[in-house]
């Protein structure tokens, strides 16, 4: 939760009370007027009450989730090199790959070239996401249990959004149906 709510608003009370629909109210005014902080009507990121790095962590699972689906769908890998390449972006690249893995053989040129452009720009961090995304995404396809080897925010993030992923594509081709 982040840090600067005005003592005039008080700490949040506990949700689902009356208390907290009423002190939510006054924090969204507050957010989108003195703030302007557009976060503060979507649920997603708990009406702008979540801190920097907890939005990262919303931003990466939305853009694996979105990435996986394009990966499936045949849509081009998003190698944008002019933009800045950020942790999310390499995830996203990763997160395509899983998703066209499932249409289509891992060795197709569309699929290399990411794999090139993934290993150049790889550091431990962007790794550990990766791993992330690749065994989340196999578990949910096996219908395992949701359960993150490590324990990092990021990988968490990670496997828990890739693991959706697959096991609604589990789901989805299950022949008992």
């Known amino acids: 939760m982040r840090e600067d709510i005005p003592e005039w ?5 506990r949700r689902g009370t009356a208390e907290w629909d009423r002190w939510l109210a006054q924090w969204r005014r507050y957010a989108k007027e003195a703030l302007r902080d557009a976060a503060a009507d979507d649920p997603e990121y708990d009406f702008g009450l979540l801190t920097p790095e907890e939005r990262w962590r919303v ?15 045949g849509s081009p890998a998003p190698l944008d090199v002019r933009r800045r390449i950020t942790d999310i972006a390499h995830a996203a ?27 150049d720009r790889s550091n431990p961090k ?15 396809l096996g219908g395992e249990p949701c359960s993150p ?22 789901i989805e081709n299950d022949p008992r149906g």
């Open 9 to 13: 608003l008080g700490k949040p009370p």
């Open 149 to 170: 080897l490590w324990n990092a925010p990021d990988y968490v993030s990670a496997y828990e959004a890739a693991w959706e992923s697959g096991i609604d594509l589990a």
């Open 59 to 73: 931003n990466l699972r939305q853009e694996i989730l979105r990435r996986i689906a394009e990966g499936r769908a």
């Open 93 to 119: 690249v990763v997160a395509w790959q899983v998703g066209r893995s499932t249409r289509h053989p891992p060795d197709d040129e569309r699929y290399l070239e990411a794999e090139a452009w993934v290993t």
């Open 126 to 140: 962007r790794r550990r996401i990766a791993h992330a995304v690749r065994y989340g995404f196999l578990a949910g």
